[in-house]
Every structure is written in structure tokens, then in C-alpha cells.
């Protein structure tokens, strides 16, 4: 039996509301993080979806009206990830992985020559924390991801992990062969601004209509019909 070519070389894989929830412990560490560096807790939450780490910090920081925002913002940025590891617990606790996901991750793991990592707004430690809460950190080459650690706009992080692959894995990947996995518009903004494709979920905060509207690739409720999931990295 000849093998079958697939269009897609590599999956890029959002976390918080694509691959995991994780409750809402993610918002109250920020909040506590931010307040031990500050001396000042938010009284308002920044929408996080699609987000980067730096990104969402420094909102928090402007909406507070903090003076000297960039030493804060590299302070709070370090100390996150001790914060989220002292609380992974609550993480397993509180959270879940999200329907299919096993089943699909399995699914990539099986198509030879698609490879599969991270595409996330988390800093890489924060994206290794999380994932362990849930076991799913053994399933991803950490090395070649790209996150909210390598810059603070997520729409510069398709050429991120592509550069990665080039030099870690001697693998030179075109744009137009990489599926962004994600539940929010930014994903969709992600993958366009990378020339990759896109496959919206309605796991996290927008709605299947929302997204459907955003005309994304691929729109679908949730990655439990695994074949359906599949057919999209044709």
C-alpha cells in the first residue's frame, strides 16, 4: 500500500482553550503575581484568549497605571512561572483536558512525516507546567514551539517555530503546510500573518458562530470526531 502525502508537515498546537482549561487558577497567579510585585492586586480582568503572557501583563500594568512598566513587566514575567508551579496542583485539580484530544493527538502522532508542537501566547515554562498538570508534556518537541517568551505578538510566532525546525531539525517547512490549531481569533490572525492555514475550535470563549464568521480553513465545535479532524491535514 503506497503511503499516503499529507499537506500538512506540521501541526502547531495552542494550549488554554484549544488543548487543556485550566480552570480559572491561570487569572488568580497573575493576580497574585502581579500584586507581590506591585503592591497593587487588578480590579479588573484582562481577556486572556489568544493572548501572550507579555502581552496580557503589560495591559494589566498600563490599566493600573504602574510607572515604571518595564521593570515590572520583566519582574512579573520571571516570577509567573515559580508562581504556576507552586500551583500546578490546583491546575490538575481545577482543570481538564479538552474533548478529542487525546484521540486526536494520537491521530497526528500516527501520519508519517506530520510533526506536531506548540504554538502558544504561555511562556515556554508556563506552557511545560501547564501540560505536565495534565501528562500532555511528553507530547510535544518543546525545542522547535514557539511562545509568548519569543515575543510578545503572537502573529510573529509561525516564523518562530519554522526558523526552529530549519536549524534544530534540519527541516525547512513552507508556511502553506502548517495547521494553527486554535479556539480564538488571534490564532486566526497567528496563522494568516505566517501564511499557515487554520483550524478554529469553539473550546474556549468564542463561539462556533464567531468563529464560523472569521472564516477560518476549518471551523469545528470540538476535535471529537477524530477522522473529521483528521481530514483537515489533507
Given at each position: 500500500?503506497?503511503?499516503?502525502?499529507?499537506?500538512?508537515?506540521?501541526?502547531?498546537?495552542?494550549?488554554?482553550?484549544?488543548?487543556?482549561?485550566?480552570?480559572?487558577?491561570?487569572?488568580?497567579?497573575?493576580?497574585?503575581?502581579?500584586?507581590?510585585?506591585?503592591g497593587?492586586?487588578?480590579?479588573?480582568?484582562?481577556?486572556?484568549?489568544?493572548?501572550?503572557?507579555?502581552?496580557?501583563?503589560?495591559?494589566?500594568?498600563?490599566?493600573?497605571?504602574?510607572?515604571?512598566?518595564?521593570?515590572?513587566?520583566?519582574?512579573?514575567?520571571q516570577?509567573?512561572?515559580?508562581?504556576?508551579?507552586?500551583?500546578?496542583?490546583?491546575?490538575?485539580?481545577?482543570?481538564?483536558v479538552?474533548?478529542?484530544?487525546?484521540?486526536?493527538?494520537?491521530?497526528?502522532?500516527?501520519?508519517?512525516?506530520?510533526?506536531?508542537?506548540?504554538?502558544?501566547g504561555?511562556?515556554?515554562?508556563?506552557?511545560?507546567?501547564?501540560?505536565?498538570?495534565?501528562?500532555?508534556?511528553?507530547?510535544?518537541?518543546f525545542?522547535?514551539?514557539?511562545?509568548?517568551?519569543?515575543?510578545?505578538?503572537?502573529?510573529?510566532?509561525?516564523?518562530?517555530?519554522?526558523?526552529?525546525?530549519?536549524?534544530?531539525?534540519?527541516?525547512?517547512?513552507?508556511?502553506?503546510?502548517?495547521?494553527?490549531?486554535?479556539?480564538?481569533?488571534?490564532?486566526?490572525?497567528?496563522?494568516?500573518?505566517?501564511?499557515?492555514?487554520?483550524?478554529?475550535?469553539?473550546t474556549?470563549?468564542?463561539?462556533f458562530?464567531?468563529?464560523?464568521?472569521?472564516?477560518?480553513?476549518?471551523?469545528?465545535?470540538?476535535?471529537?470526531?477524530?477522522?473529521?479532524?483528521?481530514?483537515?491535514?489533507?
Open positions: 500500500m503506497g503511503k499516503l502525502l499529507h499537506m500538512t508537515q506540521l501541526v502547531l498546537w495552542d494550549i488554554d482553550g484549544t488543548l487543556v482549561h485550566a480552570g480559572n487558577v491561570a487569572g488568580e497567579i497573575f493576580n497574585q503575581t502581579i500584586e507581590r510585585v506591585t497593587s492586586r487588578p480590579t479588573v480582568q484582562v481577556r486572556m484568549s489568544g493572548k501572550t503572557d507579555p502581552q496580557i501583563t503589560r495591559e494589566y500594568l498600563e490599566l493600573m497605571k504602574i510607572k515604571d512598566i518595564e521593570s515590572a513587566l520583566e519582574e512579573i514575567l516570577t509567573l512561572p515559580v508562581d504556576l508551579e507552586r500551583q500546578q496542583h490546583l491546575i490538575r485539580e481545577q482543570g481538564w479538552l474533548p478529542g484530544i487525546h484521540s486526536a493527538l494520537d491521530g497526528v502522532e500516527a501520519l508519517e512525516g506530520v510533526e506536531q508542537t506548540l504554538l502558544t504561555n511562556l515556554e515554562k508556563n506552557a511545560r507546567i501547564k501540560l505536565k498538570a495534565f501528562d500532555l508534556d511528553h507530547r510535544f518537541d525545542a522547535v514551539g514557539a511562545y509568548g517568551s519569543d515575543h510578545h505578538d503572537r502573529r510573529e510566532l509561525v516564523p518562530v517555530a519554522l526558523e526552529r525546525y530549519r536549524r534544530l531539525r534540519a527541516r525547512v517547512i513552507p508556511p502553506h503546510e502548517v495547521l494553527v490549531i486554535g479556539d480564538s481569533p488571534n490564532d486566526l490572525a497567528c496563522a494568516r500573518a505566517g501564511g499557515a492555514r487554520c483550524l478554529l475550535v469553539a474556549g470563549r468564542t463561539t458562530d464567531e468563529l464560523r464568521e472569521l472564516q477560518p480553513d476549518f471551523v469545528m465545535a470540538n476535535l471529537e470526531d477524530t477522522s473529521a479532524f483528521l481530514e483537515t491535514l489533507l
